[in-house]
């Protein structure tokens, strides 16, 4: 126990101390407590409740930061970012167009059903053999143009009810969010293919016509696949930038 406040780990863990910090105070803003949008308090204050130095306080801080659970603002405090707003959306959208700016496009749900998990999505999303999943097939547009075409395939476990839900969000920040899951890292693999009947015909292009596609598993704060998303694009007028700076 360290000051009033007992850590997510036991006494004798072997985790760096600034860990089982960040682990705390990340589970603060999954159960609510700490509301999106709210300034949270200070590192002085934080450090005495739980009875560690300010600098330990301010390696988890800046850990929180850095996954975009937190910003600070120069003079006003530190705030629990809001993870369903836009900009924490676009971290996952690496589409552009010409100019420069981020596609997102217009969305248009196809279908959304449930089964047992195959062994691409058991292999992609760490699952059992008798894990079941939502699939969600959806077609991005930017304007009348479908420009990328999606299935999506998400844990029952993490999500229940989703199938339930009317129109669910395409934005897994946004899921995340309702279902008090905090989002930590993605990787994405990216090669080329050839269009299929069902992709050439949401696309509107000729049946094996070669396309980009977009594999993408977004993991959670401790690791665990929350998300499989892939993308079949057909690029005219934007790109995929890999910000890798």
């Not at 070669?210 to 790109?239: A, K, M, S």
Request: net charge neutral.
């Amino acid at each position: 126990m360290l000051g009033d406040r007992m850590l997510p780990t036991n006494r004798f863990s072997t985790r760096p101390l600034y860990l089982q910090l960040r682990d705390a105070l990340a589970e603060r803003i999954s159960h609510g407590e700490w509301k999106p949008g709210t300034a949270i308090p200070n590192e002085s204050d934080l450090a005495r409740e739980f009875g560690v130095s300010s600098g330990t306080m301010r390696k988890a801080l800046d850990m929180m930061e850095g996954e975009h659970l937190l910003t600070r603002r120069q003079g006003r405090g530190t705030f629990v970012n809001d993870q369903s707003s836009d900009e924490m959306a676009m971290r996952f959208n690496n589409v552009r167009a010409k100019d420069g700016q981020r596609v997102s496009g217009r969305v248009r749900t196809v279908e959304l059903t449930e089964g047992k998990a195959n062994d691409r999505e058991r292999d992609r999303l760490g699952l059992q053999v008798n894990d079941a999943v939502y699939r969600l097939r959806r077609v991005r547009l930017q304007g009348d143009r479908p420009f990328m075409t999606e299935e999506t395939s998400y844990p029952t476990s993490l999500f229940p009810g989703l199938n339930d839900t009317k129109n669910p969000s395409h934005r897994i920040t946004v899921l995340a969010q309702q279902y008090r899951l905090l989002l930590g890292k993605a990787e994405e693999r990216i090669s080329i293919g050839k269009a299929n009947q069902t992709v050439a015909t949401e696309l509107g292009v000729p049946l094996d016509t070669p396309i980009i596609v977009l594999d993408r598993v977004v993991h959670d704060l401790d690791g665990r696949p929350v998300e499989w998303r892939t993308g079949y694009c057909n690029f005219t007028d934007q790109y995929y930038l890999a910000d890798i700076g």
